[in-house]
């Protein structure tokens, strides 16, 4: 059976709107039966039908939903997060990658001017800053050479 697109809309016949309202709600139920099932999770749904004297229908019952509700107002204020609060540490977040990235890209291009200048001799087109950063580059560089030569030779021992 094809599933068909249908239209939102209110149900003006009351004996057609009380079936879809029990079948959606069947659904409904069976659907956070899976999800508390599968995911380990309390979950509870509350249903207010429409009508005059009808009564809210809890799932899994009013007491599952009432200590669902009082175990959800005792977790601390901490781990909930307002839209200002949220927005505020995703821009840190990003600060900080930024700040990462601009670092990265500061050793790629000394990593650049050293190999354009590797063979070079007299002076070099560089500024002062850049030359004491290019300094510490080389040198560290070195040191990964000076590493890389004795594991070779423990290797051939």
Not at 17 to 30: L, Q, S
Not at 58 to 67: D, G, H, N, Y
Not at 121 to 145: A, Q, W, Y
């Amino acid at each position: 059976m094809n599933r068909k697109k249908i239209k939102i809309a209110y149900i003006n016949n009351d004996v057609a709107r009380n079936a879809a309202y029990k079948k959606k709600k069947n659904g409904m139920v069976k659907k956070l039966s899976e999800l508390t099932t599968l995911c380990g999770v309390g979950a509870c749904v509350v249903l207010h039908p429409s009508g005059s004297n009808s009564q809210p229908e809890t799932w899994p019952s009013t007491v599952a939903a009432r200590s669902l509700s009082s175990e959800y107002k005792t977790l601390p204020v901490t781990r909930m997060v307002n839209q200002e609060n949220f927005l505020k540490q995703q821009i840190t977040k990003v600060i900080e990658r930024l700040e990462q990235q601009r670092k990265e890209n500061r050793k790629m291009k000394l990593i650049q001017i050293m190999y354009q200048n590797l063979g070079r001799e007299g002076p070099l087109n560089v500024k002062k800053e850049d030359l004491v950063e290019l300094g510490e580059l080389i040198d560290e560089k070195l040191k990964d050479i000076d590493k890389r030569i004795q594991a070779l030779a423990k290797q051939e021992d």
